[in-house]
C-alpha cells in the first residue's frame, strides 16, 4: 500500500496531541506517503499575478510547514502553491506546550505558537538542497527577543528573497508581544520602504523579479484596513494576504477549548475574513491583488473568497480535519462551476454584496 488511507491516519493522527500529530504529518508528507492527489492542470482555473502562473488558485497557508521541511512534496498534495514559513532570523521555541487546539465541533483550530523557527541558516541550506514544483512563497517574521523589527524583516528578505517567487510580511500573528502593533503605526511605511528596496536589489541582481506580499489580521477597523492598503499601494506591495488567524471570540464556538489564548482559524473565521476581503477590494479599486485565507472547507467557501475579492486562496485548518483529499474536491469543483469562463472573471464580482456581511448564492 503506496499511499496510506486518509480515514484511518485521521483517526490515528487525532488521537494525538496535535503538535505531534502535526510533525507526523510532515514526515509521512516529506516521504511521499500520502494520497497522490497530484496537480491537474484545468486550464479555466489558470491564474497569473504578475509574472507568477498558478494552475489553479487552492495552495497551502504559513504555519503548515514552518521550516521547509516538505515544500518540495507539496504538488504531490495536488496544491498549486506553497508559503513556507513563518521563519524568524534566529532560532526560537516558540510559546510553552500546550500551545495549539483543535476545537472539533467547531472546525476550528486556536494556535498560541509563537513563531517557533529553526531560523534562517537552517531554513536557507533546506531551500539550497531542494526545488519545489510549485510557486513558493517564505514569509517572514521577527524574534521575540529582537531589539529592531525592521532589522529582522530585511536580513531574511535580503538572504532568502533569492529563492522564492513571493516574500509575505508577516505583522499579523496574534501570538508574538507587539507584532500587530506594526500594522497601525509609523513603522509600516518604513518596513514596506526598506523591504521595497532590498527588493530591487535582489531583482537587479537576480535578473528575475521578486513579489512582495503583506498578511493581515481580519480584526482592523475600516480606516485601519483602508490605511494599510494606501501604504501598501505606495510602497508597490503586490498582494494582501487576509487573513491571518483571529483573536476574536464574539463567535458562539462549542468546544472544549473555545476559551484558549491565541489565534483562532477555521470555519468560524470564514465569514469575517471573507467580509474584510470584500471591503479591502473595493477599495484598492483593482490596484493591488489579493489572496484569501480563512476557513476555506469547500469549493463554496473558496469561491466566495474569489467573488469578495481574491485572485488566489490559501488553506490549512481545513485540510487538518479533512484531509489532503479536500484539495482535489475543491478544485475539482471549482472547474465544474467554471466550464465555460476563466475563473479569473469573477473575482471581486461581489465585493459590494458581501462587504455589507450578504453572502450570496452565487
Ligand atoms: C497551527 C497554525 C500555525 C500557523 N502559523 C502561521 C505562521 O507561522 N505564519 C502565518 O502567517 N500564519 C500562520 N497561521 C495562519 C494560517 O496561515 C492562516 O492564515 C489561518 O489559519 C487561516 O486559514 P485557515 O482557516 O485555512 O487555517 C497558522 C495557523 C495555524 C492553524
Not at 46 to 66: S, T
Request: with cysteine.
Amino acid at each position: 500500500m503506496k499511499y496510506l488511507n486518509h480515514l484511518l491516519l485521521k483517526y490515528f493522527l487525532h488521537n494525538l496531541p496535535p503538535e505531534l500529530a502535526h510533525s507526523i504529518t510532515l514526515k509521512l508528507i516529506n516521504k511521499g506517503l500520502v494520497f497522490n492527489n497530484s496537480l491537474n492542470n484545468y486550464k479555466n482555473l489558470n491564474v497569473k499575478l504578475g509574472n507568477i502562473n498558478f494552475q489553479h488558485p487552492i495552495g497551502l497557508a504559513a504555519g503548515f510547514d514552518k521550516d521547509g521541511e516538505v515544500f518540495h512534496q507539496i504538488d504531490k498534495l495536488g496544491l498549486s502553491h506553497t508559503e513556507i514559513g513563518t521563519i524568524t532570523p534566529k532560532l526560537q521555541t516558540g510559546n510553552s506546550k500546550p500551545r495549539v487546539f483543535r476545537l472539533s465541533k467547531d472546525n476550528a483550530i486556536i494556535n498560541r505558537l509563537g513563531f517557533p523557527s529553526k531560523g534562517l541558516e537552517y531554513v536557507k541550506k533546506r531551500l539550497e538542497n531542494f526545488n519545489s514544483n510549485v510557486p513558493l512563497g517564505i514569509n517572514i517574521g521577527c524574534n521575540k527577543e529582537t531589539t529592531n523589527q525592521i532589522n529582522d524583516y530585511i536580513k531574511l528578505t535580503k538572504s532568502l528573497g533569492t529563492f522564492a517567487d513571493w516574500i509575505t510580511i508577516n505583522i499579523s500573528s496574534p501570538n508574538t508581544p507587539g507584532l500587530r502593533n506594526i500594522q497601525t503605526s509609523a513603522l509600516l511605511p518604513k518596513l514596506l520602504n526598506n523591504i521595497n528596496n532590498e527588493r530591487k536589489i535582489i531583482e537587479d541582481h537576480k535578473g528575475k523579479s521578486l513579489q512582495i506580499w503583506l498578511k493581515i489580521s481580519p480584526d482592523l477597523n475600516d480606516t485601519e484596513l483602508k490605511n494599510i492598503i494606501d501604504t501598501s499601494l505606495e510602497y508597490n506591495i503586490d498582494a494582501i494576504c487576509i487573513s491571518n488567524t483571529t483573536i476574536d471570540r464574539s463567535l458562539k464556538l462549542k468546544s472544549m477549548h473555545k476559551n484558549e489564548n491565541g489565534g483562532l482559524s477555521g470555519t468560524p473565521l470564514n465569514s469575517q475574513s471573507t467580509k474584510i476581503l470584500a471591503k479591502a477590494y473595493l477599495h484598492a479599486k483593482n490596484n493591488i491583488r489579493f489572496i484569501g485565507i480563512g476557513g476555506i472547507t469547500n469549493a463554496d467557501d473558496a469561491y466566495m473568497k474569489m467573488l469578495a475579492g481574491a485572485s488566489i486562496l490559501q488553506l490549512y485548518t481545513g485540510l487538518v480535519f479533512n484531509g489532503p483529499n479536500l484539495i482535489k474536491e475543491i478544485v475539482e469543483e471549482l472547474n465544474i462551476k467554471n466550464k465555460k469562463i476563466n475563473i479569473t472573471s469573477i473575482i471581486g464580482s461581489k465585493a459590494h454584496e458581501i462587504s455589507k456581511g450578504y453572502y450570496p448564492n452565487e
